[in-house]
């Protein structure tokens, strides 16, 4: 019921992160807050503790499970402050150099730093960096902001941290631990969530609130566009380090990357789900089907709101296998073309003879709905009517979401129309974005400036495309200068 | 969806078995349908084919996927037939002798074997052959069968697979390989289930009818009580090597074991377990309920059958992480109070200020029963109403499926009223055994020869307990002996 | 300086056992005593304890090191009696089942055995058993024991080990665990080597006494041919369970086999190389050489006697790598001709311009002393005489030792003077078979009833080779029946 | 007869380097180049290669053999030119980012380099580097190479090359990859070796000769102190950076630290070694004793030399087992007053009631040898003398090599009478420092400019200790700030 895991045709967040201030078992809690951010990366995870004197880390690739169920791990992380990171998984560059939270030992004392986003600028930074005499130990762009603040010539760590701040650009939550202190900072825009929280006398911060109620925290506000809280023993400070700031939430942690459980910005990601569910019931009724079967598991609550506006039943028609691991049984090219279905099965007793409105929250590269849509056929349904939660993807996202390139994109090629066909439903629709905004408590959308980062679905990027503009990378796949970086360092 | 992972507080299913005759991908095709037979048992799991001429095997600790995703570890099972087996984690005695199928280097050739059910006199018969000089190298009651094949002075494959199966007792869908053919048996009573499909020119066996879909494998019939198919080239047979027989399929495969996408007697699991929804919504209706939200995994068709039927609105109130894996992040002693959730999330938006009706499969221990109603309370439930798709479990089962021990059932000991106490709701409600034997389509329990195996519930076992009435074991754990060879064999 | 580890050309010991009575610590002494016995085999070791009660094993792939370094192996291990083994890794067949000591559960109680040496029936025995029902899971001949005591009838566990001794056949040093007892027993002709020590009131056994030196414990008395010691509360017991017994230890334990800082037969095996090396200079001196170069490691000690006895200086001129482990960094085949030496170099300094005699132990193939004299003569070497410390190796063993079959020995198909030239010496001299019996004590070979098995160089076996002969298997060779059971067992 | 594996009361080489130019199986020759010098280095090992365009890089923990086994790790590594490293374990600070060789990408491109030897201004260095922004990633010495090439306003590479190479200080033997050359610099007194040779057209460089030895590679001649040589296509450049050299070769390399088979400075070291024994047999004599032992294996070719000179015999009085692996069994406190030998056993034949004089190349805590004194006398020696073939060893080196701190050094503490005492011998006599310059050919040391780096024998040391007096660090062990990033990076 949460972010599908390995699900290959999804967008996927990049990252997840925590931080925590003032709790004696400060790493356990950061582990266990990353437990439940899990869905926003699979990778890899890292801790860095302090306790008042040294730092202490630990990293590595794999699930947070895995990497902090050993009692020692956890023992060696001492200290009241800890902040933690869950990495996605990117294609390439998959080694522990990478792993965040990263680390700096610079001249007034050690910086810890991880974030949850993407610098549009980072690969002009690091040029310019690197041809200043920086050494690059990573490919990652958080890389970059250890160089600033390595290099300020500011006198205070508030300064540095300021100063280094108004240097980069892109969609960032970032959580940091420097100086004594917990830092939480969301970029100008607050595209990438952040909230914060309280746990008896200890802060916390976290993507996402589903990683307060693991540790039975309670939530306390979000983090604002444009804020930087600074955490110590004499209480929590915020600062506005950035000239200017507005609020373009992204729009699709309500529909896909977030927990269900989760609140952000105050609202139910469940009940946005649903609400979305019922919009698209009006927008796009299906008034003689039989039955509303979801796409699990990210397709349930929106087919829940649905089926509750249509009134037309709910039903798992389709049954996912829950022992699909990181180990894929992988079937020979013989048996392949048996239609090897490893992942969901067709409930038959609920599909047969069946009008059939199948609901998913989005359609990348349509791969996998194609194969949906047979399986539900060949189940013998009569007709397939598909409704996707969200509107079309045209657009590759650059604020730390890995999208496929644009022209990978079915949304961006075929019109809706022709996706149907492809993709072999009966009928396909699509959410309108007014009826999203509607959706999630809005009028409509505010063109002009709209409420909420919808750059996948408009085209109308928030946020400028600074690497992207100056040929400079593309803003999020690595250059040839990192390229061969990763080739030397792995 | 489907039977919980690693769920502590469940009753579980004791194996799976799989055989296929007459497919040059016998192997592949093997592990794919012991993956999707993987909810009937994570410890271990093994795959034996046959190519006409030698026996090949492949057993590990460990999930199917890993096991078998090696192409290396398929290719060096060669042959068109193989039988294959999940196996559960019981307590003690895991170890790599114990994974099944058998393999034996008989007199006659080769023999493996593997079965799913427990055999009621195996430590009886254990005693008598280990006294006339066998040599026993497991712990497991299936080696029992090996042994009685080993030792039969009959001349033909058949009269010796005859003779073995009128010494052993109890519930067992058993499948071998031998002399050339694809065996399966069911028992006499058909306690456990076993069906038979086509896949092309290729016969197939197996517990589920999910293990079918998943290769594209076309479902034929389910294997009668007490029927023996002999499978080769000249076709199938169909053998009655038991003297009498009769039909108590065990009910709880409706309630819980099975996959809900499976159909078992020709019946759908799920439509089944809806069915013990209605029936649960009219044997004990929540009229003020604001919402239905079931436990999750299993819960969820039951609970979507009392919505329908009761008009109350189903909900997701409790939300999974779908990253718990088998290495558990352990939480200190210190934050362990704090009441850390590592698997469940109430969704708080749709528990706060509600009267909430909350359906679960069964209650055995009770102890996730109360932390999960704690939870709900916690999220700002008015009122919890607690609805069990199955009759108080007040019996342990000797027929291959896992339950504590009779003292440790917490329906055993306390009146369902105590039981609502200690787990803290307002109401608690079992459906009555008829109403369970009428959601399946019988009119009512037929008391003098029950249709289904209900020893759970009632104490009724239609098999003698053989190996406990003669205090020759408890006929599930082991007796001393196999302790003593556990312990030597590790 | 003892048996080389894992050279592909020599002969190689297959077991080494040891075994324990009356120490609280068993387990770890055992450890230490396989520890000390690694030369006889590296492929696997286990030990099984006993505390009065239950039996207790560990088993495993890989070397003593390793696999009982974990404190918790050996705390698991339980108990005052412990047997224990290595085993080398012969091709094929190298999997769990078939490491031991191999422990049954009988209806007298538990029986624990190992053994090193061979049965020279085991086949016969095999297929009788199995013809009569007994089911083997290995495809060790050691099994056959196992099945012996089960099914004897007789009353008493003394009459049933002679019984069992009485059937089985072959050069077998055995030590067991049975009945409160710990067991030695060596083979009617002491072809095997095994020793009786004290460590304060506890008894010891063991293959070579370089395992009592490693805890400490006291020489007593070599075991005597066709003997069986009972260890027990009450002491030790001298049986003689056979008919008739003779003494024929093997030869090759003192030129090859046996660790340097042994004794065997009260005589120390170094001392006894050095005197071969002696006997080597009288028969076969090389008066121009200016250096003795033994081929590490295994060729010091007769180097260091040929030395000595020919006043020629004995100098390392060949250097091993210590650091060759299991997995070889595999040259490509591009670089392969560049002649790479992993293991050896020649030391220039001492071989350029000079003559050269080289003392190695024994030529099996032949492969590796080509490379070797290419070596040499490559640094420079003006002549090379090699001289082999014993007489050429003719015939295979059927006692325990793994040698290649017989038309694989270069000794069997070529002359002195051919392998001469294929190695490329100038000179090459084994000892004769009277210079080794007079180096090892005697005046001469006794040829009616030698006083040593020294097949290898004879073809005079001293057992009969009963497999081989009744076209049972070849005795050393799996069988098809044992082929089969191993494909269908790993 | 190399360096002891994992011989912990020695001195320890902290690493060995190698590099080829213009081979198309660069890769390959280094694995088996860093394979030669497995005994300079045993913690991690790494090779980077460049293929005219990229770098590409393997670093692992652990031995040569095992990381560059797998062929695919080694098809990864394409290029012409490539470099190694071994790194010795030195306590803590042992994780993957330590590992070298040290890639940067740098404005002008990439640059790889490794070392072995010691930089004694390094925490000046970095301490001043992170003042002005640098970010350090490793606690490695070589990282300020990185940052100083990076920092460099330079033009040309050989420029920068220079300008870094005059900013550090101590011993050290480079090799880099840079601009499409190979790289290799000696310190300005050729503390550490490093020497060229040629295979085929391709070029190579290395610590030692065997290094050159395994891939048939022919010596040319040793890199001169003081010098750089760049290999590119147009040939060998050789190049004076620094403004002034001398000749301080480390005399250790050739009592212990280098394999006997190695020519440094045209030497052969087993004929040093030997010529160590001649001279320690003239100084120090024994008539009466009966036989020269070595202590095995570094002991063996001065124990030859002694035994040569005085025409006492020499035996192999002490066996080692080939078998001690990185996982010891740790024999529990009970049973280690057994004294328990892992390492070596006692050869008694040749040790009971014989005068032994016992050699061995140095005494560093003096654990060890009281062991093996103590086991020579329960072997049943009549008097035991001891020889030692160095100096007492009196300082810690900063050079390069692993040296307890001053205070731990027995010889600091003690006289040689008293040593005697401790170790429990009857006589010890180390060489002179005078007859150790005789034996390696000089008529006697050169007091006022040595011919050799004595420093662990006099406590002259040739380069400034910087770090040291300026109380920045002492040199070899992590200041606070290195601890801190330790903790922090791990």
């Not at 701040?165 to 004594?180: E, K, M, P, R, T």
């Not at 020979?332 to 067709?346: E, F, M």
Request: glycine share 10%; proline share 4%.
């Amino acid at each position: 019921m949460t972010a599908a895991p390995f699900d290959d045709d999804k967008l996927h967040e990049e990252c997840g992160v925590f931080g925590i201030y003032g709790h004696p078992e400060a790493s356990a809690l950061t582990a266990l807050g990353l437990h439940a951010l899990q869905h926003r990366g699979q990778e890899a995870c890292g801790i860095v503790t302090w306790d008042g004197e040294d730092f202490f880390a630990h990293r590595a690739l794999g699930l947070v499970d895995s990497t902090f169920s050993d009692p020692g791990v956890i023992e060696k992380l001492k200290g009241h402050i800890a902040i933690g990171h869950n990495r996605y998984s990117t294609t390439g560059g998959s080694f522990l150099r990478n792993v965040q939270p990263f680390y700096g030992d610079l001249s007034f004392g050690g910086f810890a730093v991880c974030h949850n986003g993407n610098l549009t600028n980072a690969q002009s930074l690091r040029e310019s960096l690197v041809g200043n005499g920086s050494l690059f130990h990573s490919t990652s762009d958080t890389e970059v902001i250890l160089h600033l603040m390595a290099l300020s010539k500011k006198t205070s760590i508030l300064e540095k941290l300021t100063e280094t701040l108004n240097h980069i650009q892109g969609a960032f939550s970032l959580v940091a631990s420097v100086g004594g202190m917990l830092v939480g900072v969301r970029d100008p825009l607050g595209i990438r969530p952040l909230v914060l929280g309280k746990l008896g006398s200890a802060t916390v911060l976290a993507s996402e609130t589903c990683a307060f109620d693991i540790i039975g925290a309670e939530y306390v506000r979000d983090i604002k566009p444009g804020e930087m809280v600074l955490v110590d023993e004499k209480g929590i400070r915020s600062i506005q380090p950035f000239t200017k700031s507005g609020d373009r939430f992204c729009i699709f942690e309500y529909i896909y990357f977030a927990r269900p459980d989760s609140h952000l910005a105050g609202k139910s990601v469940y009940e946005m789900r649903k609400k979305i569910g019922s919009e698209l019931a009006r927008e796009a009724p299906c008034p003689t089907a039989d039955v509303v079967v979801p796409v699990p598991d990210s397709g349930v609550p929106s087919a829940i709101g649905y089926a509750q506006a249509s009134g037309i039943p709910f039903e798992l028609g389709i049954i996912r296998n829950h022992y699909i691991g990181r180990t894929f049984i992988e079937p020979t090219d013989q048996i392949r073309h048996l239609g090897v279905k490893l992942k969901h099965n067709a409930n038959k007793a609920y599909l047969k003879d069946k009008i059939v409105v199948l609901v998913d929250d989005s359609i990348v590269r349509g791969t996998t709905s194609r194969k949906i849509v047979e399986m539900v056929r060949a189940a013998g349904a009569k007709e397939v009517h598909m409704r996707i939660s969200s509107p079309p993807t045209t657009h590759s996202c650059f604020y730390g979401i890995d999208t496929p390139e644009q022209d990978q994109l079915m949304a961006h090629k075929f019109s809706t129309q022709e996706i149907a066909q492809k993709i072999g439903v009966d009928s396909l629709s699509y959410i309108s974005v007014d009826g999203l905004y509607r959706a999630v408590g809005e009028t409509s959308r505010n063109a002009p400036t709209p409420q909420y980062c919808d750059a996948c679905f408009t085209g109308e990027y928030p946020v400028e495309l600074f690497d992207k503009v100056n040929h400079c990378g593309n803003g999020r796949k690595v250059t040839a200068l990192q390229e061969r970086q990763t080739k030397a360092q792995s």
